[in-house]
């Protein structure tokens, strides 16, 4: 079992930036895959960007390229998303999520079904 808590949302003006945690104490995020996700108000949940166990691999939805980066902090123990230049289509509840795997790759298009562990989310708001 693992208990991921994500931090760091809030709210932001079109074209800012934030940095979303994924921090967990039972494990060492190190060793496994790493995604985040997120969901509007209506909407489905999508995944955002991931990170694959080992950091053999990474994805990232089109929307999101060139803007989110995922990172590891070992030290910290956490997963980091850096999003760059927000727009207010980016305004959702943010999650991150694990799968316990040894060995996991991101799948392509990052359903949320390949993830079995969630974090509470964390809100991101972008005004125009």
């Known amino acids: 079992q693992v208990h991921l808590v994500e931090s760091g949302g809030g709210l932001v003006q079109s074209g800012g930036s934030l940095r979303l945690s994924c921090a967990a104490s039972?494990?060492?995020?190190?060793?496994?895959?790493i995604g985040w996700f997120r969901q509007a108000p209506g909407k489905e949940r999508e995944g955002v960007s991931c990170?694959?166990?080992?950091?053999?691999?990474?994805y990232s939805a089109e929307s999101v390229k060139g803007r989110f980066t995922i990172s590891r902090d070992s030290a910290k123990n956490a997963v980091y998303l850096q999003m760059n230049s927000l727009k207010p289509e980016d305004t959702a509840v943010y999650y991150c999520?694990?799968?316990?795997?040894?060995?996991?790759?991101?799948?392509?298009?990052?359903?949320?079904?390949?993830?079995?562990?969630w974090g509470q989310g964390t809100l991101v708001t972008v005004s125009e």
């Open positions: 999520a694990t799968d316990l795997l040894p060995v996991s790759d991101c799948m392509h298009n990052l359903p949320p079904t390949q993830f079995e562990y």
């Open positions: 990170i694959s166990s080992g950091d053999r691999s990474s």
């Open positions: 039972e494990v060492s995020l190190d060793h496994y895959a």
